[in-house]
């Protein structure tokens, strides 16, 4: 039966259902790929060619301008450098705090995991909102320092369930109960024996929360005024999503254009390299953060 | 202490043996929960300055009790029904396109055979889902600008007249919804992907056997049994129909086409931050939660009924 299952016949009904799905799937393959792969090909172009529409399918009068004008940007540099300090220092914070969590909270016989876990899931369904919590972060000193970036968000619910029940899998009950009958508390059962067994874990809770820190700018625009502690997204918004106001403004007040448009080309054509230059570190994580993810989602998903 | 100890029976031990035994899990979930406590349940009791005349000076507790003062004063400015109709409109836009998409797409990848092809569309359409959302919506930005934008400029090869997308209320809505698709599509695929992928073989291979065709296997098999998943993160989606969020609407907003682009977060934002009107702004942030709280009780228990499927 089995062997004979590969010769039964695609119904003509089944052949053109194949051939509908792979266009379909084509389709969606080249409306997500392309804008990544036109992105790429611009930052390396001619600013006119871009700005013309002459770059479509490969880059058109090759050149590293763009990336150049990028690092002549301090601000650029310094909230680079800004938000991988967030990000690390973050990301310590966060598994510092998750990881102890939810291993506690993986233990059935923690007295207080019950109460615990209410106190978590109240959050996911209210809270205080925008206000009143930047009032918090205010009151308690954090404003305009690099805390406030770090410490509100130490523990997502989300991730901390998501290593919790990694924990429930995969580091039993009767694993504790051994150890503790030779003298290991939770402490050093914690540290000696839980977490090198957890590499997996560690990893999806350092992407997902690494790229969190990485991506993020909301916290940043209301909690930080001071430019030199701008994280590199909030720089990213003055110069990609604001500064478009501000050079068509200009543009009509000034008296030599030609000059002014190939100033405003190379503007242009910065954009295109500082997208590629702020995803770097994520599109290097990339295969990594895939997979993780992936994993993620799964271990997340039992629990619903 | 030791005699507390040794009058408890066996089975029964006391608090403080508990407590000792569980000391170290205690300390380990003590960071969390003070952060939480602080930077979450604080601001829940702050919400109170929705109801006050807010000073900073005497705080949460002490400024002056004004009752619904900025509830009203909000239900009756123009912003009221605008924002609440743009945000209910987006969302449900949203929500119409973006929940049915990454089904299709699961169910698609699933049924296609061709392993590598499928392991390429899926890395490719997973990856826009890691691009933040300021260069995303500075990707959008760029493409669909008037003067250099690759948009307009095919527009203008093909003999058209270049369009102003950003400045367009009309366009706003659905470069907002698609561009979302664009970025999570294949990523919100990936829990469907992985219930398709659970589904035992056998159960195709009868249906297979009985001459079922390959959009009977979806209809019957494939579709039935990610029907869970979908309710659970459709009960989830409606929860939030009246919090889109912040950060997408904010970066694409601008003074053109603020008629369709203010929701409620982002007025609760210029509101409260950029015109420091604190108790009003979080009057109308706690109007929102409540709305929120109320819509996913009630759709929780719509689809308890329906499909026997709820969030609790």
């Known amino acids: 039966m089995e062997q004979k299952k590969r010769k039964i016949r695609r119904s003509k009904e089944d052949v053109i259902f194949d051939s509908v799905i792979f266009v379909i799937l084509t389709v969606i393959f080249l409306v997500v790929a392309y804008p990544l792969y036109f992105i790429i090909i611009s930052s390396v172009s001619d600013p006119g060619a871009v700005a013309g529409g002459k770059v479509i399918f490969y880059p058109v009068g090759f050149n590293l301008n763009g990336y150049k004008e990028v690092f002549k940007d301090d601000r650029i540099i310094r909230s680079f450098m800004n938000s991988i300090f967030y990000t690390v220092c973050g990301v310590l914070v966060n598994l510092a705090v998750t990881l102890p969590t939810a291993y506690a909270l993986s233990r059935n016989k923690f007295f207080l995991k019950k109460q615990t876990m209410a106190f978590y899931m109240v959050t996911m369904f209210i809270g205080g909102g925008m206000i009143p919590t930047y009032l918090v972060v205010q009151k308690t000193g954090l404003l305009d320092t690099m805390w406030s970036l770090i410490i509100p968000g130490a523990l997502s619910v989300y991730n901390m369930i998501v290593a919790k029940t990694f924990f429930q899998q995969n580091i039993s009950e009767e694993l504790y109960e051994a150890a503790e009958i030779d003298g290991c508390g939770h402490g050093r059962f914690f540290f000696n024996i839980a977490l090198p067994l957890s590499g997996a874990i560690t990893a999806i809770m350092v992407l997902y929360y690494g790229v969190g820190h990485w991506n993020s700018y909301f916290s940043a625009l209301l909690y930080i005024q001071d430019e030199t502690k701008f994280p590199l997204q909030l720089v990213l918004r003055t110069i990609l999503i604001q500064n478009e106001a501000q050079l068509n403004q200009q543009a009509y007040d000034a008296a030599s254009r030609a000059a002014l448009e190939e100033k405003r080309q190379l503007t242009e054509l910065m954009k295109y390299s500082l997208i590629i230059i702020s995803s770097i570190p994520v599109m290097v994580m990339y295969p990594f953060i895939q997979k993780h993810f992936v994993k993620g989602v799964m271990i997340g998903s039992v629990k619903g | ?312």
């Open chain 2, 1 to 312: 202490m030791k005699k507390e100890n040794k009058v408890q029976t066996q089975n029964k031990k006391s608090f403080l043996q508990i407590l000792r035994r569980d000391f170290s899990l205690v300390l380990f979930i003590l960071p969390g929960v003070i952060i939480t406590f602080i930077y979450t349940y604080i601001p829940m009791y702050g919400v109170q300055i929705a109801f006050r005349k807010y000073n900073p000076r005497l705080g949460f507790t002490g400024s002056e009790w004004v009752g619904l003062k900025h509830f009203i004063r909000f239900f009756e400015s123009p912003y009221f029904l605008l924002t609440i109709k743009n945000t209910f409109i987006l969302s449900l836009y949203s929500m119409v396109v973006g929940f049915p998409i990454p089904i299709i797409l699961a169910l698609m990848l699933n049924s296609f055979r061709h392993k590598k092809y499928r392991k390429v569309i899926q890395t490719v359409t997973y990856a826009p889902n890691f691009i933040s959302t300021v260069v995303m919506c500075g990707m959008l930005i760029l493409f669909l600008s008037p003067s250099v934008g690759i948009v307009n400029n095919v527009i203008k090869s093909l003999g058209g007249d270049a369009i102003n997308f950003m400045a367009e209320e009309k366009l706003w809505r659905h470069i907002y919804v698609w561009s979302g698709v664009w970025q999570g599509m294949g990523w919100s695929s990936v829990i469907y992907f992985a219930a398709l992928a659970g589904i035992s073989p056998e159960l195709h291979e009868a249906a297979i056997c009985d001459g079922a065709s390959k959009l009977q296997l979806i209809r019957y098999i494939d579709l039935p049994s990610i029907m869970p998943t979908a309710t659970i993160l459709l009960i989830m989606n409606c929860g939030s129909i009246l919090s889109v969020g912040f950060e997408k609407v904010f970066l694409l907003q601008n003074d053109l086409n603020k008629g369709v682009s203010q929701v409620i977060s982002t007025y609760v934002y210029q509101v409260g931050l950029l015109d420091r009107n604190l108790s009003y702004s979080s009057a109308i942030g706690l109007f929102n939660s409540v709305v929120n709280a109320i819509l996913l009780i009630l759709v929780n228990k719509a689809a308890d009924k329906m499909s026997g499927n709820s969030l609790w």
